[in-house]
């Protein structure tokens, strides 16, 4: 089925962005439509590029794929129940060559659109003699880890397109067999499976229980220097409210409902994993978080209700020597012992 302009339906870009969630439950009797799944492919191509260079690649695969069965033994296990429920998967490509092979005709496209200007200093003899080869002798593993990075950008403004149109997305990993995507599609040494992708129209609410909770604000961001907390504005963040970009903290009530009513109906084990009680009772004290009343609620009822694992001790030994490798606080991260 085509589309005309007049039925694409318009979210304002930030209503989008609060719109999105991860979602985990895909309607398996629903098939995006080819106009949609093109819309998000279009959106990760107009996203920015370093130098025009267009590294970014997607396969577009669906069900009745000769791979499927390959692709399924490379997901990671707490995926699979995801991708056969989706309606497309999307594997996102980076494309190192891009770089060695179109850096100088990237930027000529860009001069030709009016974008690399004199104005900014651009000239020809330093794009030749020096910018473009600089570019270009980079090493692989630099070039890969800016080029992953657009990549980033493209997938991020696929998945917010989609959210637009009501399509649900998730990224998910592709752990279980290293080197198995890039086997199964044939890829070159040049071409970095980046990520995977679901797509489907959500079983669950499009809401998916509420949005997920993140560090504070001046947690994550600084004024002027590191450390020093960059504050938001309460009428800011009142008005973002008002717009729909901010939105009502997970879990919203009837989530754990939800959850065991979809998993009775595909025959999946209900309920949530759940961590120690000391670990939660930590975890609600930690100020870095942006804690609501909504998932303190939650963490009261979970502990009441009692039950909890504990850690092996052996975890906590692994998790403790990790956290010291890197010079973390420890007793934050694990309490005091
Ligand atoms: C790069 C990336 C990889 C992810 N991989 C998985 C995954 O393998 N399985 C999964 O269930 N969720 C995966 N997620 C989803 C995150 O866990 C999710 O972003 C997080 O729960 C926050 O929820 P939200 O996206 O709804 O805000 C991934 C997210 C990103 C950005």
Redo the contacts with the bound molecule.
């Keep these: 089925m085509s589309i005309s302009a007049a039925e694409i339906p318009q979210v304002p870009t930030l209503q989008a962005i609060g719109n999105?969630?991860?979602i985990?439950y895909f309607d398996p009797d629903r098939t995006v439509e080819d106009w949609k799944i093109q819309t998000m492919l279009q959106a990760g191509r107009l996203a920015s590029c370093q130098g025009n260079i267009n590294a970014t690649e997607a396969i577009v695969v669906t069900k009745d794929s000769d791979l499927w069965d390959e692709i399924e033994e490379c997901v990671?296990g707490?995926?699979v129940q995801?991708i056969n429920q989706s309606s497309h998967l999307i594997f996102w490509l980076t494309n190192l060559n891009a770089w060695y092979g179109r850096a100088n005709d990237g930027l000529s496209s860009l001069a030709l659109s009016g974008a690399l200007t004199k104005y900014h200093g651009w000239n020809y003899e330093f794009t030749m003699t020096q910018t473009v080869p600089r570019l270009m002798s980079f090493p692989t593993e630099r070039t890969e880890m800016l080029l992953r990075f657009e990549t980033?950008q493209a997938v991020a403004q696929a998945n917010l397109a989609g959210t637009a149109l009501g399509v649900g997305s998730?990224?998910?990993?592709f752990?279980r067999k290293p080197g198995g995507v890039e086997k199964a599609f044939g890829l070159g040494p040049n071409l970095k499976f980046t990520?995977g992708h679901a797509v489907g129209y959500p079983l669950e609410d499009a809401k998916?229980g509420g949005?997920?909770v993140r560090l504070k604000f001046n947690k994550l961001f600084h004024n002027g220097a590191y450390g020093v907390p960059l504050e938001a504005d309460p009428q800011v963040d009142a008005a973002l409210k008002e717009i729909g970009m901010i939105q009502e903290q997970a879990p919203l009530a009837g989530r754990f409902e939800e959850i065991d009513e979809l998993a009775a109906r595909f025959h999946r084990d209900p309920g949530v994993v759940s961590w120690p009680a000391r670990e939660v009772t930590r975890l609600l004290k930690d100020e870095d978080w942006d804690f609501g009343p909504n998932i303190r609620k939650r963490a009261e009822d979970v502990l009441a209700a009692g039950g909890l694992p504990d850690y092996p001790e052996e975890m906590k030994e692994t998790f403790r020597k990790i956290m010291e490798e890197h010079n973390l606080d420890v007793r934050k991260f694990l309490g005091d012992d």
Excluded at 170 to 173: S, T
């Design positions: 999105r969630r991860s985990r990671s707490f995926n995801i980033g998730i990224l998910i990993a752990g990520w998916a949005q997920r």
